[in-house]
């Protein structure tokens, strides 16, 4: 009998689901999270935003199914970008924009400008927006699936950014000298590579590895996430280097 409940309890507590909860960032501070693809929550203290969140179950990191947001934002209208629907418990959605303008949506200011998905003025593959958030005084600028260096007028419309989260893998988007390109017109102090060939998305040419390659102020993360703030970002422009699983 003795074993029988011991063996229960066992039973019991392994099926019970794992508490995927994680607490908010401290005060003050930014936590983002790379999902997978150009899937990105960003939370602070008080508010999350989850951007381009991908419908393509390969592409997903297991536990991102169930992530819950105040504020969505897609950057057009690609699968692997705009399953805005799977995000639980959204206030606001901002949808494939790819005009310039700026909104405050679910309380977070937002700003888009209109950009294009190739090199060819969206002939091929559509038009594509930049989005900058701006929580806790970081201005959080996530490239989408940008196909092209910018225009002087697109940087100026994007603006000054802090974070910037950009698409490396090629294929679909600029190649690695574009996007280098890109870091060097936004002039971001920390650019994090994403939309990258992984385990999840062999369908990208490059690695985040292949961007960081010979680059200067390299930080390897051995996880999915990092936290930043205002104060303590680096003095010079910086790669961090995520992990999306
Ligand atoms: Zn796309
Ligand atoms: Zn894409």
Redesign the pocket.
Same mark, same amino acid.
């Given at each position: 009998m003795k074993s029988t409940a011991i063996l229960a309890l066992l039973l019991l507590s392994c099926g019970k689901p794992q508490e995927a909860k994680t607490e908010p960032p401290p005060a003050g501070s930014v936590r983002v999270t790379w999902l997978g693809?150009?899937y990105f929550l960003i939370e602070t203290s008080s508010v999350k935003v989850a951007i381009?969140p991908c419908a393509k179950g390969d592409f997903w990191k297991a536990d991102a199914r169930e992530v819950r947001a105040d504020l969505v934002l897609a950057t057009?209208g $690609?699968d692997?970008?705009d399953a805005v629907d799977l995000v639980k418990g959204t206030k606001a959605a901002i949808r494939a924009k790819c005009v310039t303008g700026e909104e405050t949506a679910a309380g977070v200011k937002v700003r888009y400008v209109g950009v294009d998905h190739d090199a060819s003025g969206g002939k091929e593959r559509g038009k594509n927006t930049i989005y900058v958030v701006e929580l806790e005084g970081l201005r959080i600028c996530h490239a989408?699936?940008l196909g092209h260096i910018l225009t002087d007028e697109q940087i100026k419309a994007v603006g000054p950014v802090d974070i910037l989260l950009l698409?490396v893998g090629g294929r679909?988007?600029v190649e690695l000298a574009e996007a280098r390109k890109v870091a060097e017109q936004l002039a971001p102090r920390v650019v994090v590579p994403m $939309?990258a060939k992984t385990d999840l998305t062999p369908d990208l040419a490059h690695t985040v590895d292949a961007f960081a390659k010979d680059q200067p102020n390299v930080r390897r993360v051995e996880a999915n996430s990092a936290v930043f703030s205002k104060a303590a970002l680096p003095a010079s422009r910086e790669i961090v280097v995520l992990r999306d699983q």
């Open positions: 693809r150009a381009d057009h $690609h692997d970008h989408g699936d698409p679909w988007t $939309h």
